[in-house]
């Protein structure tokens, strides 16, 4: 058993994607999510963000050019999560979705969260959300946290977009 505790700041940085094929995945996460492209790393890899970072998305075909998507019933990376400052800020990319006529698999509200679910065109899975403040989550009597996935409405959310 460990006695090491990650520090509370500590957060993901980034997520590196291998992709099969690397303008559509640039065209997905730019043109459909709207992160900027930073650079493009030679022919094989790009790095793009929001608001200037140097990346929060790594794509790559160093070792999948070409490739089918990995098996469903395989390890590997189930999603990655994207969190959006503030409910606005989700319905607007649901409006971009549905805009760019993108299919979502899902979207659920979570008591201290509510997500929208989908899957980049190489097949990895992308969940698009926002955290309802601290003291708006779900508690037991105990105080203890109770998560749970509920049907999102849909078009309450959209009705916030601008």
């Known amino acids: 058993m460990t006695t090491y505790t990650a520090p509370a700041g500590a957060r993901v940085g980034h997520v590196h994607l291998k992709v099969s094929d690397l303008d559509r995945a640039i065209a997905f996460y730019g043109d459909v999510l709207g992160f900027e492209l930073q650079q493009r790393y030679g ?3 790009a ?3 929001a608001g200037g970072y140097h990346h929060h998305i790594g794509l790559n075909t ?3 050019e070409g490739s089918e998507p990995a ?3 395989y ?3 189930y999603h990655s999560a994207f969190l959006y400052p503030t409910r606005r800020d989700l ?3 649901l409006k971009q979705l549905r805009a760019k006529g993108v299919t979502l698999d899902g979207a659920s509200d979570h008591g201290v969260s509510e997500a929208l679910y989908l899957h980049d065109p190489d097949g ?3 969940e698009l959300y926002w955290d309802r403040p601290q003291a708006d989550w779900p508690r037991d009597e105990a105080g203890e946290l109770v998560m749970f996935t509920r049907r999102l409405d849909l078009d309450t959310l959209l009705a916030e977009a601008d």
């Open 62 to 64: 160093w070792h999948s």
């Open 124 to 126: 990895n899975g992308v």
């Open 75 to 77: 390890p590997g990376l």
């Open 43 to 45: 022919a094989k890899a």
């Open 71 to 73: 098996p469903v019933h």
């Open 91 to 93: 319905a607007n990319v």
């Open 47 to 49: 790095f793009l963000s």
